[in-house]
């Protein structure tokens, strides 16, 4: 799991108020004092928090005079072991008015657990003399801040963490936060969203049960407070908790077998891992010396995968590997475990497939039954019986099962934990039995969809909708068709906002929130139902008609009733998927299909970003995909997909962006 060091200069200092932000007690973070060089913090206009601002910026804009060396210089916390959970609070509570950025912070003590540090009292947490910044310090640490964005806003007075403490700081945990609405509705909002599923995180209660310190004023914070760290702030945390609170919603589906039981008794087998977000650092298409490479269903084709990455010339030590799932199954049982040992041993990132998922779940089952009495034995002499049918001349393992099933009525206790639909003994389960702990290990960390919120891109198996079918585009209800309602600022500087609503687009459509949709989809009927055989429309054709009406969140949504003409105030967002074969490489304006039918002795494709395609997109130039996918630009080396199309190599990705296809034979 990736985490984050960030440094905290303000309100933000005082540990009770990071962890009333974030929500939990903050047992998994380290903190310790620390300073960042050549920046100053200013009070930031009727308001109770401070900014920081380059120190050069503060001469030219703010300060009639020059200032000490040790006022050029910002005195403040750094956090060790934030999570994305944790950075998205924390991003949504800093609001349009700041912008987070890497900065080089310099601890002045050792680190210490925040549980420990979240012990001392008020008093200790400003030193009366605090000493002087040595001379020489200690190495720097990579961390995030939250830099203020309009100087002009700004007092020149310098801010006072020893004066927000005495102040003001227990506004935030006090008896007396009772009364701050702001406060109340957040708590409230919280424990709510947490009561729909359970809690997946430590909760702390609120309000706090401490004391109010001494000779502290016993006055409502001002109602500017109410603007930024405020209940609107953390409405629309509503979209991003919802998704992650409510695991157990399910929305049924026709035709589908599923491999999950719910019968009572049944464990569940499908160890679901709904969402992972990819920082900018594991998806960095923007770094010319590194790339990313998105590769399509591989289905336990060894051999090709490694001619793929050869022709390449794949680096794991600066390019980051990207499947879109189903890296086993359907091909040949020892391609598989191959396949799955090379992505566990280099912990490749990927999301989950319908096959991947089959296999996880006869391993849970497996599991399950060997730690019931007398499971192993059953198991063991089942798997001799089959292999003496085999001999014997049986090849349909599943019209034996069924056999076998009948007649072995000592066992019927046994045949009747087998779920409904399961076939024993398949491909899927031959897998599961003979893969390692640490293969299962990684199989079962895969999640359903990958979110990118730095290239505005989704990563998924089979498809993602977005907005309901159901409904019409302009419904309120629909994402796209609302902007998330946070800054006071203009919203075009918000970076916040379209990752907002990105995660929306999870949390609000509900075919989204199905796991089989996620997993099997490629249609969806007039009926507005999604399916996987063919007929109905594409799923893809349906997202790319909703992006394209997005026209930015500073337009209003407009739509004309009888012309049909549709505006939404929503920026795009691409996907990047694979399952469906009989489409081959399907590359549309804001999706991209990625399986070219490898397992089919077709091709096997990949869609490499960054390095040297890290420039903005142009359209001056033609370029196609060659035999081996490693033409130089501009020649016009052209290959033929199996519908007969002439596909170019270099595809539009994102607004701006662009990426290059590379394929491999697979006959």
Same mark, same amino acid.
């Given at each position: 799991?990736?985490?984050?060091?960030?440094?905290?200069?303000?309100?933000?200092?005082?540990?009770?108020?990071?962890?009333?932000?974030?929500?939990?007690?903050?047992?998994?973070?380290?903190?310790?004092?620390?300073?960042?060089?050549?920046?100053?913090?200013?009070?930031?206009?009727?308001?109770?928090?401070?900014?920081?601002?380059?120190?050069?910026?503060?001469?030219?804009?703010?300060?009639?005079?020059?200032?000490?060396?040790?006022?050029?210089?910002?005195?403040?916390?750094?956090?060790?072991?934030?999570?994305?959970?944790?950075?998205?609070?924390?991003?949504?509570?800093?609001?349009?008015?700041?912008?987070?950025?890497?900065?080089?912070?310099?601890?002045?003590?050792?680190?210490?657990?925040?549980?420990?540090?979240?012990?001392?009292?008020?008093?200790?947490?400003?030193?009366?003399?605090?000493?002087?910044?040595?001379?020489?310090?200690?190495?720097?640490?990579?961390?995030?801040?939250?830099?203020?964005?309009?100087?002009?806003?700004?007092?020149?007075?310098?801010?006072?963490?020893?004066?927000?403490?005495?102040?003001?700081?227990?506004?935030?945990?006090?008896?007396?936060?009772?009364?701050?609405?702001?406060?109340?509705?957040?708590?409230?909002?919280?424990?709510?969203?947490?009561?729909?599923?359970?809690?997946?995180?430590?909760?702390?209660?609120?309000?706090?049960?401490?004391?109010?310190?001494?000779?502290?004023?016993?006055?409502?914070?001002?109602?500017?407070?109410?603007?930024?760290?405020?209940?609107?702030?953390?409405?629309?945390?509503?979209?991003?908790?919802?998704?992650?609170?409510?695991?157990?919603?399910?929305?049924?589906?026709?035709?589908?077998?599923?491999?999950?039981?719910?019968?009572?008794?049944?464990?569940?087998?499908?160890?679901?891992?709904?969402?992972?977000?990819?920082?900018?650092?594991?998806?960095?298409?923007?770094?010319?010396?590194?790339?990313?490479?998105?590769?399509?269903?591989?289905?336990?084709?060894?051999?090709?995968?490694?001619?793929?990455?050869?022709?390449?010339?794949?680096?794991?030590?600066?390019?980051?590997?990207?499947?879109?799932?189903?890296?086993?199954?359907?091909?040949?049982?020892?391609?598989?475990?191959?396949?799955?040992?090379?992505?566990?041993?280099?912990?490749?990132?990927?999301?989950?497939?319908?096959?991947?998922?089959?296999?996880?779940?006869?391993?849970?089952?497996?599991?399950?039954?060997?730690?019931?009495?007398?499971?192993?034995?059953?198991?063991?002499?089942?798997?001799?019986?089959?292999?003496?049918?085999?001999?014997?001349?049986?090849?349909?393992?599943?019209?034996?099962?069924?056999?076998?099933?009948?007649?072995?009525?000592?066992?019927?206790?046994?045949?009747?934990?087998?779920?409904?639909?399961?076939?024993?003994?398949?491909?899927?389960?031959?897998?599961?039995?003979?893969?390692?702990?640490?293969?299962?290990?990684?199989?079962?960390?895969?999640?359903?969809?990958?979110?990118?919120?730095?290239?505005?891109?989704?990563?998924?198996?089979?498809?993602?909708?977005?907005?309901?079918?159901?409904?019409?585009?302009?419904?309120?209800?629909?994402?796209?068709?609302?902007?998330?309602?946070?800054?006071?600022?203009?919203?075009?500087?918000?970076?916040?906002?379209?990752?907002?609503?990105?995660?929306?687009?999870?949390?609000?459509?509900?075919?989204?929130?199905?796991?089989?949709?996620?997993?099997?989809?490629?249609?969806?009927? *007039?009926?507005?139902?999604? $399916?996987?055989?063919? #007929?109905?429309?594409?799923?893809? /054709? %349906? =997202?790319?008609?909703?992006? &394209?009406?997005?026209?930015?969140?500073?337009?209003?949504?407009?739509?004309?009733?009888?012309?049909?003409?549709?505006?939404?105030?929503?920026?795009?967002?691409?996907?990047?998927?694979?399952?469906?074969?009989?489409?081959?490489?399907?590359?549309?304006?804001?999706?991209?299909?990625?399986?070219?039918?490898?397992?089919?002795?077709?091709?096997?494709?990949?869609?490499?970003?960054?390095?040297?395609?890290?420039?903005?997109?142009?359209?001056?130039?033609?370029?196609?995909?060659?035999?081996?996918?490693?033409?130089?630009?501009?020649?016009?080396?052209?290959?033929?997909?199996?519908?007969? *199309?002439?596909?170019?190599? $270099?595809?539009?990705? #994102?607004?701006?962006?662009?990426? /290059? %296809? =590379?394929?491999?034979?697979? &006959?």
């Amino acid at each position: 799991m990736t985490t984050y060091s960030a440094f905290f200069y303000g309100t933000l200092m005082h540990p009770k108020v990071l962890r009333r932000v974030i929500g939990v007690e903050g047992k998994h973070l380290q903190i310790a004092p620390a300073v960042l060089l050549d920046y100053t913090r200013h009070k930031v206009k009727f308001a109770e928090y401070p900014g920081i601002i380059p120190y050069p910026t503060a001469r030219e804009k703010l300060l009639k005079q020059d200032i000490n060396q040790d006022d050029r210089c910002v005195r403040g916390s750094l956090v060790v072991g934030l999570t994305e959970r944790d950075i998205l609070f924390l991003d949504v509570f800093e609001g349009s008015e700041y912008q987070r950025q890497k900065v080089k912070a310099y601890p002045l003590e050792p680190l210490e657990d925040m549980e420990k540090y979240s012990t001392k009292g008020d008093g200790s947490l400003v030193p009366v003399h605090p000493p002087p910044i040595p001379e020489h310090l200690p190495l720097a640490v990579d961390a995030e801040t939250y830099l203020y964005l309009a100087p002009d806003d700004l007092e020149a007075e310098l801010w006072s963490f020893a004066e927000f403490v005495s102040q003001n700081a227990y506004k935030w945990y006090s008896p007396d936060s009772r009364a701050r609405e702001d406060i109340v509705e957040v708590d409230k909002l919280r424990q709510e969203l947490i009561a729909l599923q359970g809690t997946r995180a430590v909760v702390i209660p609120c309000p706090f049960n401490l004391d109010v310190p001494k000779g502290a004023r016993n006055e409502s914070i001002p109602s500017v407070m109410l603007t930024i760290r405020s209940v609107a702030s953390y409405t629309v945390l509503t979209i991003f908790l919802f998704f992650f609170l409510i695991s157990g919603l399910r929305h049924s589906v026709s035709e589908v077998v599923t491999f999950t039981s719910n019968r009572e008794g049944f464990p569940d087998f499908s160890k679901y891992v709904e969402l992972e977000t990819l920082s900018e650092e594991q998806f960095p298409i923007e770094d010319e010396q590194r790339r990313v490479i998105l590769v399509g269903d591989v289905h336990g084709m060894d051999t090709r995968l490694q001619a793929l990455l050869r022709r390449l010339s794949y680096d794991p030590s600066t390019d980051v590997l990207v499947n879109v799932g189903d890296i086993i199954a359907k091909g040949s049982h020892a391609g598989s475990m191959a396949v799955l040992d090379f992505m566990a041993s280099n912990n490749i990132t990927a999301v989950r497939g319908n096959h991947d998922q089959k296999v996880i779940e006869w391993r849970v089952w497996l599991n399950w039954v060997h730690s019931i009495s007398g499971g192993t034995r059953w198991l063991g002499s089942l798997r001799e019986k089959w292999i003496a049918a085999q001999k014997e001349g049986e090849d349909d393992v599943d019209e034996w099962v069924a056999k076998e099933m009948k007649k072995d009525r000592t066992n019927k206790k046994w045949w009747k934990r087998i779920p409904h639909g399961w076939k024993l003994f398949s491909d899927h389960y031959e897998i599961a039995a003979a893969m390692t702990d640490a293969q299962f290990q990684y199989l079962v960390s895969r999640p359903l969809r990958l979110h990118v919120p730095s290239a505005h891109t989704f990563i998924v198996h089979a498809g993602l909708l977005a907005s309901d079918p159901e409904r019409d585009p302009w419904d309120k209800r629909q994402p796209l068709a609302t902007v998330p309602k946070i800054p006071r600022q203009p919203s075009s500087r918000n970076p916040i906002l379209r990752r907002l609503q990105e995660l929306a687009i999870l949390s609000k459509v509900p075919q989204n929130l199905d796991p089989w949709v996620t997993l099997n989809m490629r249609s969806v009927t *007039k009926q507005h139902k999604v $399916i996987r055989k063919k #007929g109905g429309t594409p799923w893809a /054709k %349906l =997202y790319n008609e909703d992006m &394209s009406l997005c026209t930015g969140f500073d337009n209003e949504l407009h739509a004309d009733g009888k012309s049909r003409k549709v505006e939404l105030p929503c920026r795009p967002a691409t996907v990047i998927y694979g399952h469906a074969a009989a489409r081959g490489l399907d590359v549309k304006r804001w999706t991209i299909g990625l399986d070219t039918g490898c397992v089919y002795k077709r091709r096997l494709t990949a869609l490499v970003l960054g390095g040297k395609y890290a420039s903005t997109y142009t359209d001056t130039n033609t370029y196609y995909i060659s035999e081996d996918g490693l033409e130089e630009d501009g020649q016009e080396d052209e290959v033929f997909d199996i519908d007969g *199309k002439r596909v170019r190599s $270099i595809v539009r990705f #994102g607004e701006h962006g662009k990426g /290059k %296809l =590379y394929s491999v034979s697979c &006959s």
